[in-house]
């Protein structure tokens, strides 16, 4: 029979981790950037406060007839374990998979990478007129809306054009307003470059833009065309796409599913994103399981340990940015989205996530006594209202254990996004406007 160290010491092993002989080994968390080390004795040694809060949590979910080996829980600080309810163990995680999109995405392009949209023309402008085809290539912005067609539009008024004689040419990975069918996203655009065609949602998305925003008005006579060989054309407009880190905080803050899925398309899919995420967050790779990247199905299961990890990564690769969680995540008592009427402490760095019978939340709270606690709730069942409110109640006890942060960490502190959707600046113009 092996003896209890012998026991971890397999254990350990088994994930891969490095094995030193007690009291003074190590492990690593993850594997993003070196961190600070974690003894191999950690996950035997709750903290005893957030142990009573959370027994006194599950006790209560028992109580209301929930299965407890259908929700997890995990709570560590940066360098100690503090918690765990079966924290190892992959659960149906809802759109807490949106954290692994993130980091994955922010290890493949970078915080700063901006997604370049082409505007192209077959023919000459002359007297306003371009004689030709209007052709637009995509290269996968997922945040590509209304206020950006209006933006492009007044691009090219400003360049002279205000008729196009041919058609409207869609190719690459072009998507409009989240619809990533070419031909619909293409007539949303056509829609979008002239104000006398405007629905009644352009038209009011039009009135949140800044005051003295002019009306585009470029007409094409022709139809929409879907193309992948689309013909030689010039370059007029290389449109880009709000910086990356400010994409995720939009994707994470309404919990937009259509973003994370054009990511994770991007990305390589499902099963290249839950590998790397995994690495990422130093767990094995059956903590972290993926059939999408927005969440939407219990095939995702996310580990709460490994959900952590993950948090915990995109923060060292924000960290060297001068950028935090707090800049892709939404935080308490600032943001809108999903946290709104949420009774979390405030300034707490979360993301939601919610099917018809899975409600979950992961993220960071500031604490006195151990600093950034990292933290992952997932509960099974059919009240999500009850959970989410229950998940609120677990995170202000804890705060009431550990004391709440008299200074904010670094991870909370939180950097205003410098663009904003229909910034015509980010539009780059290849020839000068016409006078």
Same mark, same amino acid.
């Given at each position: 029979m092996l003896d209890l160290f012998g026991a971890v010491a397999v254990w350990l092993k088994t994930l891969g981790l490095p094995v030193t002989n007690p009291p003074t080994a190590e492990v690593k968390v993850a594997q993003v950037q070196p961190q600070p080390l974690l003894s191999a004795r950690w996950w035997l040694v709750p903290e005893p406060r957030g142990e009573a809060s959370l027994n006194q949590y599950l006790q209560q979910l028992t109580q209301q007839g929930f299965d407890p080996d259908q929700q997890g829980i995990w709570l560590q600080s940066s360098t100690a374990f503090l918690s765990s309810h079966g924290g190892d163990r992959p659960l149906p995680a809802a759109s807490i998979t949106k954290a692994a999109t993130s980091v994955v995405a922010l290890q493949t392009w970078g915080h700063n990478h901006q997604f370049v949209t082409t505007i192209a023309a077959t023919g000459p402008v002359q007297n306003g007129v371009l004689q030709g085809d209007l052709v637009v290539q995509g290269s996968g912005d997922p945040l590509f809306v209304w206020e950006e067609a209006f933006a492009l539009g007044q691009s090219l008024n400003r360049m002279g054009i205000q008729r196009v004689t041919g058609n409207l040419i869609i190719s690459g990975k072009f998507a409009m307003n989240y619809e990533t069918d070419p031909g619909v996203?293409?007539?949303?655009?056509?829609?979008?470059?002239?104000?006398?065609?405007?629905?009644?949602?352009?038209?009011?998305?039009?009135?949140?833009?800044?005051?003295g925003s002019v009306q585009p008005r470029v007409a094409i006579d022709g139809g929409v065309k879907v193309s992948q060989s689309p013909p030689p054309a010039t370059l007029l407009i290389s449109h880009r796409s709000l910086p990356l880190f400010e994409l995720l905080h939009y994707m994470n803050m309404y919990s937009n599913n259509m973003?994370?899925?054009? !990511?994770?398309?991007?990305?390589?899919?499902?099963?290249? +994103?839950? #590998?790397?995420?995994?690495?990422?967050? *130093?767990?094995?790779? &059956?903590?972290i399981q993926l059939i999408n990247g927005s969440g939407l199905g219990h095939e995702n299961r996310i580990s709460p340990r490994a959900a952590c990890g993950l948090f915990q990564a995109i923060q060292r690769l924000l960290e060297p940015q001068g950028l935090t969680i707090a800049d892709v995540f939404p935080m308490a008592g600032v943001d809108r989205g999903?946290?709104?009427?949420?009774?979390?402490?405030?300034?707490?760095?979360?993301?939601?996530g919610t099917l018809w019978d899975v409600s979950a939340l992961a993220g960071a709270i500031p604490t006195?006594?151990?600093?950034?606690?990292?933290?992952?709730?997932?509960?099974?069942?059919?009240? !999500?209202?009850?959970?989410?409110?229950?998940?609120?109640? +677990?995170? #202000?006890?804890?705060?009431?254990?550990? *004391?709440?942060?008299? &200074?904010?960490?670094?991870?909370?502190?939180?950097?205003?996004?410098?663009g904003h959707l229909g910034d015509p600046q980010r539009n780059q113009l290849a020839l000068q406007p016409s006078r």
């Amino acid at each position: 029979m092996l003896d209890l160290f012998g026991a971890v010491a397999v254990w350990l092993k088994t994930l891969g981790l490095p094995v030193t002989n007690p009291p003074t080994a190590e492990v690593k968390v993850a594997q993003v950037q070196p961190q600070p080390l974690l003894s191999a004795r950690w996950w035997l040694v709750p903290e005893p406060r957030g142990e009573a809060s959370l027994n006194q949590y599950l006790q209560q979910l028992t109580q209301q007839g929930f299965d407890p080996d259908q929700q997890g829980i995990w709570l560590q600080s940066s360098t100690a374990f503090l918690s765990s309810h079966g924290g190892d163990r992959p659960l149906p995680a809802a759109s807490i998979t949106k954290a692994a999109t993130s980091v994955v995405a922010l290890q493949t392009w970078g915080h700063n990478h901006q997604f370049v949209t082409t505007i192209a023309a077959t023919g000459p402008v002359q007297n306003g007129v371009l004689q030709g085809d209007l052709v637009v290539q995509g290269s996968g912005d997922p945040l590509f809306v209304w206020e950006e067609a209006f933006a492009l539009g007044q691009s090219l008024n400003r360049m002279g054009i205000q008729r196009v004689t041919g058609n409207l040419i869609i190719s690459g990975k072009f998507a409009m307003n989240y619809e990533t069918d070419p031909g619909v996203a293409g007539q949303f655009l056509r829609e979008g470059l002239d104000s006398r065609l405007w629905s009644g949602e352009a038209a009011a998305q039009f009135d949140t833009l800044p005051g003295g925003s002019v009306q585009p008005r470029v007409a094409i006579d022709g139809g929409v065309k879907v193309s992948q060989s689309p013909p030689p054309a010039t370059l007029l407009i290389s449109h880009r796409s709000l910086p990356l880190f400010e994409l995720l905080h939009y994707m994470n803050m309404y919990s937009n599913n259509m973003m994370a899925e054009m !990511l994770a398309e991007n990305l390589g899919g499902a099963s290249l +994103l839950a #590998q790397q995420a995994a690495r990422a967050a *130093g767990v094995p790779p &059956t903590e972290i399981q993926l059939i999408n990247g927005s969440g939407l199905g219990h095939e995702n299961r996310i580990s709460p340990r490994a959900a952590c990890g993950l948090f915990q990564a995109i923060q060292r690769l924000l960290e060297p940015q001068g950028l935090t969680i707090a800049d892709v995540f939404p935080m308490a008592g600032v943001d809108r989205g999903t946290v709104e009427g949420r009774k979390m402490p405030k300034a707490a760095v979360v993301k939601t996530g919610t099917l018809w019978d899975v409600s979950a939340l992961a993220g960071a709270i500031p604490t006195r006594d151990y600093g950034t606690v990292w933290f992952a709730i997932i509960n099974r069942g059919d009240n !999500l209202d009850g959970f989410r409110r229950d998940q609120d109640r +677990l995170l #202000q006890a804890l705060i009431k254990d550990w *004391g709440y942060a008299a &200074t904010l960490p670094a991870e909370f502190r939180h950097q205003p996004g410098q663009g904003h959707l229909g910034d015509p600046q980010r539009n780059q113009l290849a020839l000068q406007p016409s006078r």
